[in-house]
């Protein structure tokens, strides 16, 4: 059998609600591995927040960070890293507007800082795995180079509101998707940035046949990517509009949604308990 490439969400899609991989599931994509398929982690999260599974499951693929901006293979130097920034100038034009609309909070991710607008000890917490440089205090005084991606907090009504704003002022420079676990959260991205650009540039270096991709995700950050594998799977969990354009819908991500799936999909006979 050609090998397939099987790529993976991590919230609430590979991780259940503890932020672990099941062993079950975990088994499915160690067998698969040894049959010489490739497991591929696309994330919205950063590289530092993301190797700690990549390493769990043994990987040696390239990874696919902030929805598709920075995808770099951590153990081959001869892949060509992508890392895409936002225009430092627009950044700090959508920061001034988001803080007119009284948002939650405003991160900034560049390299291995972190900019947090407003202190929240619960956000520090969050964002501080992989150990990065954290910094709070109004972005426009303390950003001074171009982030990868800008990440809004906001109540869960005002989502839509501010991802209108974004679209109607904006939509010529970036990319905004939204992601639910563990706060909802809006991510900006620079324009033509999402997680099916990614994965094309790893499969391209992997030699994947393109009708050899699998998909696996739960957000509106996962459509593009949903819609370029030739099996798109959605999570139970997952938001209607993912699973509207999905080529099948699995169980959620505490039940093995993936193991179970690419169980029956290979025809592994890995019993379920």
Not at 90 to 115: G, M, P, W
Not at 147 to 165: G, Q, R, W
Not at 235 to 254: F, P, Q, S, V, W
Request: net charge negative.
């Amino acid at each position: 059998m050609q090998p397939y490439l099987i790529c993976l969400d991590l919230d609430g899609t590979l991780l259940n609600d503890n932020k672990e991989i099941s062993s079950y599931t975990k088994q499915v994509l160690t067998e698969l591995q040894q049959r010489g398929h490739y497991i591929m982690i696309a994330t919205g999260r950063p590289y530092r927040a993301s190797q700690i599974y990549y390493h769990e499951l043994n990987m040696d693929t390239p990874v696919v960070n902030f929805n598709g901006a920075f995808v770099h293979h951590p153990k081959a130097k001869d892949f060509e890293t992508i890392h895409e920034v936002l225009d430092i100038e627009i950044s700090k034009n959508i920061i001034s507007a988001l803080q007119r609309s009284h948002v939650t909070n405003i991160i900034a991710e560049v390299k291995d800082y972190v900019f947090i607008n407003n202190h929240d000890p619960r956000l520090f917490e969050g964002f501080s795995m992989g150990n990065p440089r954290i910094q709070t205090g109004n972005l426009l005084d303390h950003l001074k180079e171009a982030p990868t991606s800008l990440l809004v907090e906001a109540d869960e009504e005002n989502i839509p509101k501010i991802k209108e704003m974004l679209t109607h002022f904006y939509a010529e420079n970036i990319e905004h998707r939204r992601w639910g676990a563990p706060f909802p959260v809006i991510e900006i991205v620079k324009r033509g940035i999402n997680k099916a650009r990614g994965i094309k540039h790893a499969m391209e270096y992997l030699n994947i046949d393109d009708k050899h991709i699998i998909a696996f995700g739960d957000e509106d950050n996962d459509i593009e990517m949903i819609k370029f594998a030739t099996y798109g799977i959605a999570m139970d969990n997952g938001l209607k509009e993912l699973k509207d354009i999905a080529d099948h819908t699995t169980y959620n991500n505490n039940n093995d949604g993936i193991g179970r799936y690419l169980n029956d999909f290979f025809d592994l006979k890995i019993r379920y308990y």
